[in-house]
T-cell receptor, first 109, second 113 residues
Framework: GQQVMQIPQYQHVQEGEDFTTYCNSS?????IQWYKQRPGGHPVFLIQ?????EVKKQKRLTFQFGEAKKNSSLHITATQTTDVGTYFC?????????FGTGTRLTIIP | ETGVTQSPTHLIKTRGQQVTLRCSSQ?????VSWYQQALGQGPQFIFQ???????GRGNFPPRFSGLQFPNYSSELNVNALELDDSALYLC????????????FGPGTRLTVT
């Protein structure tokens, strides 16, 4: 089945700095979803991308889907302590979500 | 909050025992999926139920089984518990669409000793 690799595994940033996580696949993806999981919490849906080259913004968060639909990124501008958590990309296919390995973001105040 | 509820919140079982976990889906959703999340890992798909039928299954042995009821709530049953079954079990409800966002419940933390 299709798999998605996510980098980096961990990211520590000073509050106010930017943060980016990348999701890569060796095959063309039909879609990408992004989820955020706070420490001790459950995954929460952020966004879904389906079109080649698609860019979507949610306040300080910018999501991109690559032109070849083999990669995606999530960029957070000026991080805040509320951004702490693990960010997962996930592929929806064959009735299931296949999650990436996740990027754990910690913020240094 | 998603409106998806799970019970119990925490559970401790002994190796070899059986466990039943419960999930109530969000109003209007007809599909329930179950995921296992080991510590520090991403969620792994166990199976999905749609209209009371299993609609897809991940790489989990038959001792993991489930049910969906007419009100779309669901149960996950695990027999002959093993130490490696210790994990957070998440259910997610959704509509059965081509690309469907999943609404996760808070999870049940299962510890097998």
């Amino acid at each position: 089945g299709q798999q998605v690799m996510q980098i980096p595994q961990y990211q520590h940033v000073q509050e106010g700095e930017d943060f980016t996580t990348y999701c890569n696949s060796s095959t063309t993806l039909s879609n990408i979803q992004w989820y955020k999981q706070r420490p001790g919490g459950h995954p929460v849906f952020l966004i879904q991308l389906v079109k080649s080259g698609e860019v979507k913004k949610q306040k300080r968060l910018t999501f991109q889907f690559g032109e070849a639909k083999k990669n995606s990124s999530l960029h957070i501008t000026a991080t805040q302590t509320t951004d702490v958590g693990t960010y997962f990309c996930a592929l929806f296919g064959n009735e299931k979500l296949t999650f990436g390995t996740g990027t754990r973001l910690t913020i240094i105040p | 909050e998603t409106g998806v509820t799970q019970s119990p919140t925490h559970l401790i079982k002994t190796r070899g025992q059986q466990v039943t976990l419960r999930c109530s889906s969000q109003s209007g959703h007809n599909t329930v999926s179950w995921y296992q999340q080991a510590l520090g890992q991403g969620p792994q798909f166990i199976f999905q139920y749609y209209r009371e039928e299993e609609n897809g299954r991940g790489n989990f042995p038959p001792r993991f089984s489930g049910l969906q009821f007419p009100n779309y709530s669901s149960e996950l049953n695990v027999n002959a518990l093993e130490l490696d079954d210790s994990a957070l079990y998440l259910c997610a409800s959704s509509l059965r669409l081509a690309y469907s966002e999943q609404y996760f419940g808070p999870g049940t933390r299962l510890t097998v000793t």
